[in-house]
């Protein structure tokens, strides 16, 4: 079972910048898509960027051109780059694995996550 662990949330102004990161209990290179989703209080998780098997990434149109998510694979830690903040960027982020995914699988859904993190808070004031 692979664990997650996330860190480097925080609180910023809008505009502002955090990478946050997510280190993994074992290695994950080619053996599951990761991913970050987040998720406000009361509604379902969404997934904002995955990278997949291969190694392709995958991001939600709400933050394309802002995150940027990569991978350290002699380290076991996924990274999402998050500049130019907005207040509608605030919630609960998490990371995830996706074991038993296509090659080129995007896992952004929930339903293709086998591992979670515990999450990370992720609050952006205007």
């Known amino acids: 079972q692979v664990q997650l662990v996330e860190s480097g949330g925080g609180s910023v102004q809008t505009g502002g910048s955090l990478r946050l990161s997510c280190a993994a209990s074992?290695?994950?290179?080619?053996?599951?898509?990761m991913a970050w989703f987040r998720q406000s209080p009361g509604r379902e998780p969404v997934g904002v960027a995955a990278?997949?098997?291969?190694?392709?990434?995958n991001y939600a149109d709400t933050v394309k051109g802002r995150f940027t998510i990569s991978k350290d694979n002699t380290k076991n830690i996924l990274y999402l780059q998050m500049n130019s903040l907005k207040p509608e960027d605030t919630a609960m982020y998490y990371c995830?694995?996706?074991?038993?995914?296509?090659?080129?699988?995007?896992?952004?859904?929930?339903?293709?996550?086998?591992?979670w993190g515990q999450g990370t808070q992720v609050t952006v004031s205007s």
């Open positions: 990278i997949t098997r291969a190694e392709t990434s």
């Open positions: 074992e290695y994950t290179y080619s053996r599951y898509c």
């Open positions: 995830a694995a996706g074991a038993g995914v296509g090659w080129y699988s995007d896992c952004r859904a929930p339903t293709l996550i086998t591992y």
